[in-house]
């Protein structure tokens, strides 16, 4: 993922590490391992605060603060020890991150909550609500403090951060969500399901209360990314097994 400004750019590895370059002048900055010993497992996540700190996660639940700035520098939120090796992926992996207005993270973990982190003083709330693994985190364009998670429970969950509560809670038949995010004046919804199924929920002027399903449909091969094309109409393209696919849901009912 490239920082704010696109100076430099961070790649997680599958052996728990994270490789920073210098985009300008093409060279490796550093090398940060997220996860080790026993533990070891790949990197699930990063997010960038600003130009030089970021976020990591591992699949273990490992978390980390890194300031690229200073060679060495590393702070550690979380780490699982090793006796819990063999139950740590299932248990303790952090899927997604998310840097909040207020300057704390957000992260989708697999034991159903949201977790908030203060880089001082650790995590300091949960949200709870899903009652499966957690696996993103999307904030509404128009507003940051909206942000919805998904969850292999077949939800999608709408919440208001500043009063950490539950808004509504989208249902998918019993379909695992992999992914969801918003078009960009924050009116759509899209999430894309394990089965390759995509729904599409509209809001009524913006009412997040009054959502509903506009729009369902299946792709024969669908990658687990997507990206929202929403200039005047919904159009949803996607890695798949021949290449790139779109396909129009403005023109779909459920």
């Not at 880089?119 to 509404?140: C, D, K, Y």
């Not at 390759?196 to 506009?214: H, Y």
Request: charged content about 20%; aromatic content about 8%.
């Amino acid at each position: 993922k490239w920082n704010r400004n696109g100076t430099h750019i961070a790649a997680g590895t599958s052996k728990g590490k994270v490789v920073v370059w210098n985009a300008g002048s093409q060279s490796c900055v550093g090398t940060w391992v997220v996860s080790s010993g026993q533990n070891t497992s790949a990197i699930k996540d990063l997010a960038w605060k600003d130009d030089f700190l970021f976020a990591a996660c591992s699949q273990n639940g490992s978390l980390v603060l890194v300031d690229a700035s200073v060679e060495g520098s590393k702070r550690i939120l979380c780490d699982v020890p090793d006796n819990c090796a063999e139950e740590a992926d299932t248990r303790y992996g952090t899927n997604a991150l998310y840097w909040l207005q207020d300057g704390r993270l957000l992260t989708a973990t697999n034991d159903s909550t949201l977790d908030i982190w203060d880089q001082e003083l650790g995590r300091v709330a949960s949200l709870e609500g899903h009652a499966r693994e957690v696996m993103f985190i999307s904030a509404r364009p128009s507003d940051s403090n909206i942000l919805a998670s998904g969850s292999k429970d077949g939800t999608i969950r709408i919440w208001d951060y500043k009063k950490q509560k539950c808004l509504v809670s989208l249902h998918t038949e019993d379909s695992k969500i992999t992914l969801a995010k918003w078009s960009s004046d924050g009116r759509y919804i899209v999430g894309s399901t394990e089965d390759c199924n995509m729904f599409i929920w509209e809001t009524s002027q913006g009412d997040l209360s009054s959502c509903r399903l506009k729009a369902q449909a299946h792709m024969q091969s669908f990658s687990s990314n997507f990206d929202v094309i929403d200039k005047g109409k919904i159009v949803i393209a996607f890695l798949s097994a021949p290449g790139l696919g779109t396909v129009d849901l403005t023109s779909i009912t459920k």
